[in-house]
């Protein structure tokens, strides 16, 4: 049996926790569709860990926020226990009809949680396993141990790529009756209508106005490999002396990064502006953007670049390939190969026509459209409450 949630004017009481609040996609997403849930039909409630550079969107979205100090990305056993404690509390104060998980830790301690609490629907969106081929085998078997432990409390799953569905599948986690594909939404209108002012933004960056220009736009972590970017600016260098390199993002690999590229000799090359918030403005002022993830979900920033039309050569991760043909409207290359990334960088940068013909192939966005995305977790959401038995709420149910 599940707690009984508390009234809610006929609106479904819909928590969404992740870990936390840093620039990338699943925290944006999250943020957007907390934001934009039909407050006629949802009451929605953001739970997070404290200390991210998102956390005053957070407080502007107009929705009841409620901060975890406890909850860390890094494993730490009594940080772990005392969050999982708190949030077991919180929903048991709250008394969600819907808890939404985002992220590993968060995935975990936060549908055990409310388990723990008896929360009737519980939804986790796989953004990217937080097992992946870089572990150690131990760590890598831990992480699927704790993801097979805590999917029988998971009411429904969501998945951003097929990759993602079939690794899940294949290792048990879940069945084609619990498990849906929504993308990770982007803004299309605002990639697709930017305004392209290579001029001003080489200005403001010191990048020569006519130097071919590479980029790309990531956390500065181990899963983007960052210093892979480094290795592959080297190269391209060699072959082509007068392009630039613009490394749009900031995070733990920084101090290597910049020690990488004092090494590679690329101090006036490659330009590290830190995190940018024109993202579609820098996508219109690249000549080509190289994507170097060691692993992902599906990295929004690929379906950004293809909006913005900005041609892509990409590391054949998981999601990628659901949105990129190799050779039709992207390149594709196995992760850690920078050899193979720099060798299509200096094809397409010494070949203007080659990166017309990638953008001739046409892109409709379908299915990547962020207010899509939201209505899709909506009735998601519904039709899990109902399944549930869930009583009442005939105003938020109407039309669903």
């Given at each position: 049996?599940?707690?009984?949630?508390?009234?809610?004017?006929?609106?479904?009481?819909?928590?969404h926790l992740i870990t936390r609040l840093e620039l990338g996609g699943a925290q944006g997403n999250t943020l957007h569709t907390v934001g934009h849930l039909d407050r006629d039909r949802f009451e929605p409630l953001l739970v997070c860990g404290a200390g991210?550079?998102?956390?005053?969107?957070?407080?502007?979205?107009?929705?009841?926020?409620?901060?975890?100090?406890?909850?860390?990305?890094?494993?730490?056993?009594?940080?772990?226990?005392?969050?999982?404690?708190?949030?077991?509390?919180?929903?048991?104060?709250?008394?969600?009809?819907?808890?939404?998980?985002?992220?590993?830790?968060?995935?975990?301690?936060?549908?055990?949680?409310?388990?723990?609490?008896?929360v009737p629907v519980v939804v986790h969106t796989v953004h990217g396993f937080g097992f992946h081929p870089q572990q150690t085998p131990t760590a890598r078997a831990l992480f699927q141990t704790l993801e097979r432990v805590v999917a029988p409390l998971t009411?429904?799953?969501?998945?951003?790529?097929?990759?993602?569905?079939?690794?899940?599948?294949?290792?048990?986690?879940?069945?084609?009756?619990?498990?849906?594909?929504?993308?990770?939404?982007?803004?299309?209108?605002?990639?697709?209508?930017?305004?392209?002012?290579?001029?001003?933004?080489?200005?403001?960056?010191?990048?020569?106005?006519?130097?071919?220009?590479?980029?790309?736009?990531?956390?500065?972590?181990?899963?983007?490999?960052?210093?892979?970017?480094?290795?592959?600016?080297?190269?391209?260098?060699?072959?082509?002396?007068?392009?630039?390199?613009?490394?749009?993002?900031?995070?733990?690999?920084?101090?290597?990064?910049?020690?990488?590229?004092?090494?590679?000799?690329?101090?006036?090359?490659?330009?590290?502006?830190?995190?940018?918030?024109?993202?579609?403005?820098?996508?219109?002022?690249?000549?080509?953007?190289?994507?170097?993830?060691?692993?992902?979900?599906?990295?929004?920033?690929?379906?950004?670049?293809?909006?913005?039309?900005?041609?892509?050569?990409?590391?054949?991760?998981?999601?990628?390939?659901?949105?990129?043909?190799?050779?039709?409207?992207?390149?594709?290359?196995?992760?850690?190969?920078?050899?193979?990334?720099?060798?299509?960088?200096?094809?397409?940068?010494?070949?203007?026509?080659?990166?017309?013909?990638?953008?001739?192939?046409?892109?409709?966005?379908?299915?990547?459209?962020?207010?899509?995305?939201?209505?899709?977790?909506?009735?998601?959401?519904?039709?899990?409450?109902?399944?549930?038995?869930?009583?009442?709420?005939?105003?938020?149910?109407?039309?669903?």
């Amino acid at each position: 049996m599940f707690a009984k949630p508390r009234p809610a004017a006929d609106r479904l009481r819909v928590a969404h926790l992740i870990t936390r609040l840093e620039l990338g996609g699943a925290q944006g997403n999250t943020l957007h569709t907390v934001g934009h849930l039909d407050r006629d039909r949802f009451e929605p409630l953001l739970v997070c860990g404290a200390g991210g550079m998102l956390d005053c969107e957070a407080g502007e979205l107009g929705v009841e926020v409620e901060f975890v100090p406890q909850l860390v990305r890094e494993v730490d056993p009594p940080r772990d226990l005392a969050a999982l404690l708190q949030l077991t509390r919180l929903w048991r104060r709250a008394r969600p009809h819907v808890v939404h998980t985002h992220s590993s830790k968060a995935g975990v301690l936060g549908r055990i949680a409310a388990h723990l609490a008896g929360v009737p629907v519980v939804v986790h969106t796989v953004h990217g396993f937080g097992f992946h081929p870089q572990q150690t085998p131990t760590a890598r078997a831990l992480f699927q141990t704790l993801e097979r432990v805590v999917a029988p409390l998971t009411t429904h799953f969501i998945v951003v790529s097929t990759a993602n569905r079939e690794q899940g599948e294949a290792l048990g986690l879940f069945r084609d009756d619990n498990v849906s594909l929504v993308r990770s939404g982007i803004e299309l209108k605002r990639f697709r209508e930017a305004r392209r002012d290579r001029e001003g933004m080489a200005r403001e960056l010191g990048i020569p106005p006519e130097a071919p220009l590479v980029g790309m736009v990531a956390c500065l972590k181990p899963q983007k490999a960052p210093l892979d970017f480094v290795e592959v600016a080297r190269r391209v260098a060699l072959r082509i002396p007068a392009a630039h390199f613009l490394l749009v993002g900031d995070g733990e690999l920084r101090a290597q990064v910049e020690a990488a590229r004092r090494a590679a000799g690329l101090e006036t090359r490659l330009h590290l502006p830190g995190w940018r918030r024109d993202v579609e403005r820098l996508l219109k002022g690249f000549d080509l953007m190289v994507h170097t993830a060691r692993w992902e979900g599906l990295p929004r920033v690929l379906p950004e670049a293809l909006a913005a039309g900005c041609p892509v050569v990409a590391t054949a991760v998981d999601g990628a390939a659901d949105l990129l043909r190799d050779g039709e409207n992207g390149r594709l290359v196995a992760a850690g190969d920078v050899a193979g990334l720099a060798a299509a960088a200096v094809a397409l940068l010494a070949d203007p026509d080659a990166r017309k013909r990638l953008l001739r192939t046409a892109w409709s966005g379908e299915g990547f459209d962020i207010d899509q995305m939201v209505r899709e977790q909506e009735r998601l959401y519904l039709r899990l409450w109902r399944a549930a038995g869930g009583a009442g709420g005939e105003t938020c149910l109407a039309g669903a």
